[in-house]
């Protein structure tokens, strides 16, 4: 008879996971599994990048051509704001930026001198300059919403037919409306800078066929001369100009006493009265007359005449007076006067002779025009306050005092010289030495917890921490129990028919008592041949039970 297999007191895990029950398996089951699958997540989560916007604010027709070409890089990518950005991680930001700027993307909502590279066969003249103006029109507004102040931009070219007759050819003008950003402005340079960009673009475009608009419909350019709003755009000039002359004032103020009484201890203010009005003068002056050689002849006439008859009669008053010659003339204007000579003497042939001369003199006129400029400073005031000068003294305290009369007066000086003080002008300077009023600097005591760098360190550590602190609990919950259950549970023995008759053959070695007096062969049985066959049978009938008390057996328990 072959020996019966021993029945093993170590068992294996696997013996002793068959000895647990469906609900003990379960728990086991349901907790490595639940275990392993924090520790998956844990892994991913700690290994996802931080996602950073990649572009903002696209054109759908962008954000379709780079979603496209970021999903044939193998990048990934995420929407944000309702669509309206790309995120993709932070460590693949530029390069991708790169990437999709190497093969033209974005290319934006407006289409430039792309548009010339699509001309189909066939197509007419009006067709092709159409496209062109198309083009012009795209790059100008890409230059412009490259400024940072715009948003959007659209730009309209009014571009006409040219023609032979040179007279009749009508100047381009243009149209430019951009929309800002929030709380963004243009100035006058940059308004300045869109205009000349535009009509440096088109040929023979005048600046002034530039209009500007912004998307509330405000004009901001200057209208040209003669259209009826140039007094608005003088007055914002003059009073840009105004602002520019009192902060130059102040400006040069605090760059002469603040070497002196330290930064931040000086304040001043400049106000400055500008007189903008044109106005022309018109003078004419003549002088007196001059000298004869100083003098100019414009005109002179001689005349000269004789009497007809040799004995006429006399003429003139009767008396010795009309019997002399005429004296010579004194004026000073004519000159010195040519004597004439009465008839007679060697030619008494002759009657008297009439000579007359007549001489213009060119008149000394002096007209003069003066024209008033703009901008001319009528009165400046100016106002400054001192703060008290600190001294430290030997033991290292310092201490504020006042100004004295003769500092006050030097830096009144020193203001005065700045400006170019004009006492006829009226200007007026005030300075005044107070102590200056100290704000009161509250320092919050924020909580540990609250501060930025901390809460960025827990984001950091949120998941790898929560992720252990979790798998930990699942072990010591739910693992450990159950591995602690399988360590005691032995596997359930099943014993077969062959194992039962190898344990009913085991005869043990029990001392045998001598047989009672007169007892012979025939003699029945004996109590413990009896116990042996009721055991068997139990064995044969029941073999589970005896099955049990064998367990029992082994695991040192005793039997029910």
């Given at each position: 008879?072959p020996?019966?297999?021993?029945?093993?007191?170590?068992?294996?895990?696997s013996?002793?996971?068959a000895g647990?029950?469906?609900?003990?398996?379960?728990?086991?089951?349901?907790?490595?599994?639940?275990?392993?699958?924090?520790?998956?997540i844990?892994?991913?989560?700690?290994?996802?990048?931080?996602?950073?916007?990649?572009?903002?604010?696209?054109?759908?027709?962008?954000?379709?051509?780079?979603?496209?070409?970021?999903?044939?890089?193998?990048?990934?990518?995420?929407?944000a704001?309702?669509?309206?950005?790309?995120?993709?991680?932070?460590?693949?930001?530029?390069d991708?930026?790169?990437?999709?700027?190497?093969?033209?993307?974005?290319?934006?909502?407006v289409a430039?001198?792309?548009?010339?590279?699509?001309?189909?066969?066939?197509?007419?003249?009006?067709?092709?300059?159409?496209?062109?103006?198309?083009?012009?029109?795209?790059?100008?507004?890409?230059?412009?919403?490259?400024?940072?102040?715009?948003?959007?931009?659209r730009?309209?070219?009014?571009?006409?037919?040219?023609?032979?007759?040179f007279?009749?050819?009508?100047?381009?003008?243009?149209?430019?409306?951009?929309?800002?950003n929030?709380?963004?402005?243009?100035?006058?340079?940059?308004?300045?800078?869109?205009?000349?960009?535009?009509?440096?673009?088109?040929?023979e475009?005048?600046?002034?066929?530039v209009?500007?608009?912004d998307?509330?419909?405000?004009?901001?350019?200057?209208?040209?001369?003669?259209?009826?709003?140039?007094?608005?755009?003088?007055?914002?000039?003059q009073?840009?100009?105004?602002?520019?002359l009192?902060?130059?004032?102040?400006?040069r103020?605090?760059?002469?006493?603040?070497?002196?009484?330290?930064?931040?201890?000086?304040?001043?203010?400049?106000?400055?009265?500008?007189?903008?009005?044109?106005?022309?003068?018109?003078?004419?002056?003549?002088?007196?007359?001059?000298?004869?050689?100083?003098?100019?002849?414009?005109?002179?006439?001689?005349?000269?005449?004789?009497?007809?008859?040799?004995?006429?009669?006399?003429?003139?008053v009767?008396?010795?007076?009309?019997?002399?010659?005429?004296?010579?003339?004194?004026?000073?204007i004519?000159?010195?006067?040519?004597a004439?000579?009465?008839?007679?003497?060697?030619?008494g042939?002759?009657?008297?002779?009439?000579?007359?001369?007549?001489?213009?003199?060119?008149?000394?006129?002096?007209v003069?025009?003066?024209r008033?400029g703009?901008?001319?400073?009528?009165?400046?005031?100016?106002?400054?306050?001192?703060?008290?000068?600190?001294?430290?003294?030997?033991k290292?305290?310092?201490?504020?005092?006042?100004?004295?009369?003769?500092?006050?007066?030097?830096?009144?000086?020193?203001?005065?010289?700045?400006?170019?003080?004009n006492?006829?002008?009226?200007d007026?300077v005030?300075?005044?030495?107070?102590?200056?009023?100290?704000?009161?600097?509250?320092?919050t005591?924020?909580?540990?917890?609250?501060?930025?760098?901390?809460?960025?360190?827990?984001?950091?550590?949120?998941w790898?921490?929560?992720?252990?602190?979790?798998?930990?609990?699942?072990?010591?919950?739910?693992?450990?129990?159950?591995?602690?259950?399988?360590a005691?549970?032995?596997?359930?023995?099943?014993?077969?028919?062959?194992?039962?008759?190898?344990?009913?053959?085991?005869?043990?070695?029990?001392?045998?008592?001598?047989?009672?007096?007169?007892?012979g062969?025939?003699?029945?049985?004996?109590?413990?041949?009896?116990?042996?066959?009721?055991?068997?049978?139990?064995?044969?009938?029941?073999?589970a039970?005896v099955?049990?008390?064998?367990?029992?057996?082994?695991n040192?328990?005793?039997?029910?």
């Amino acid at each position: 008879m072959p020996a019966a297999p021993a029945i093993s007191l170590n068992p294996t895990l696997s013996q002793r996971f068959a000895g647990l029950d469906q609900a003990q398996r379960l728990r086991i089951g349901l907790g490595v599994a639940l275990f392993v699958a924090i520790g998956v997540i844990g892994l991913m989560m700690g290994r996802q990048a931080e996602w950073r916007v990649l572009y903002a604010n696209l054109a759908d027709k962008d954000g379709g051509a780079i979603v496209a070409q970021l999903t044939t890089m193998n990048i990934p990518y995420k929407h944000a704001d309702g669509g309206g950005a790309i995120l993709v991680p932070a460590d693949k930001v530029y390069d991708t930026r790169l990437r999709l700027a190497s093969q033209g993307l974005p290319k934006g909502s407006v289409a430039g001198f792309e548009t010339m590279d699509a001309n189909r066969f066939g197509m007419t003249q009006f067709q092709e300059r159409l496209a062109f103006q198309r083009g012009l029109e795209g790059e100008l507004t890409r230059s412009i919403q490259a400024l940072s102040s715009v948003q959007s931009a659209r730009v309209h070219l009014a571009l006409p037919n040219q023609n032979g007759f040179f007279r009749e050819q009508q100047k381009p003008t243009a149209s430019v409306v951009v929309g800002l950003n929030a709380g963004r402005t243009l100035d006058r340079a940059q308004l300045a800078g869109i205009i000349h960009l535009v009509s440096s673009s088109v040929p023979e475009m005048n600046p002034a066929a530039v209009s500007v608009l912004d998307d509330t419909g405000k004009l901001l350019s200057t209208p040209p001369e003669g259209a009826g709003g140039a007094g608005g755009g003088g007055d914002a000039q003059q009073l840009q100009y105004v602002q520019q002359l009192e902060q130059l004032y102040s400006r040069r103020i605090l760059d002469i006493l603040e070497p002196v009484m330290g930064r931040d201890n000086v304040k001043a203010q400049v106000t400055a009265e500008l007189d903008f009005s044109q106005t022309e003068s018109t003078s004419e002056s003549h002088k007196p007359n001059q000298t004869p050689d100083s003098t100019v002849i414009r005109s002179q006439q001689v005349s000269e005449s004789m009497s007809g008859a040799a004995g006429g009669p006399p003429s003139g008053v009767p008396g010795a007076t009309t019997n002399q010659p005429p004296a010579a003339s004194s004026a000073p204007i004519n000159g010195a006067a040519q004597a004439l000579t009465a008839a007679g003497g060697a030619a008494g042939a002759g009657g008297p002779t009439k000579r007359e001369s007549i001489i213009n003199y060119e008149v000394d006129k002096t007209v003069r025009v003066v024209r008033g400029g703009t901008g001319i400073v009528k009165r400046i005031s100016a106002a400054v306050v001192l703060n008290h000068q600190s001294i430290t003294d030997s033991k290292g305290k310092t201490t504020t005092i006042p100004l004295t009369d003769l500092q006050t007066e030097k830096m009144t000086a020193l203001v005065r010289e700045t400006i170019g003080f004009n006492k006829d002008r009226g200007d007026s300077v005030n300075l005044m030495n107070a102590p200056f009023a100290l704000e009161k600097v509250v320092l919050t005591d924020i909580p540990f917890w609250k501060q930025p760098e901390i809460q960025d360190l827990a984001r950091s550590f949120a998941w790898p921490v929560g992720t252990l602190l979790f798998g930990a609990l699942v072990l010591l919950g739910v693992i450990k129990p159950a591995l602690k259950v399988l360590a005691q549970t032995q596997p359930k023995v099943a014993l077969t028919s062959r194992q039962l008759d190898a344990i009913e053959s085991e005869q043990p070695d029990r001392p045998q008592l001598a047989a009672p007096a007169g007892s012979g062969q025939l003699a029945g049985p004996t109590a413990g041949e009896l116990a042996i066959e009721d055991a068997r049978k139990l064995t044969r009938d029941n073999p589970a039970a005896v099955a049990n008390i064998v367990k029992s057996w082994i695991n040192g328990e005793s039997p029910a």
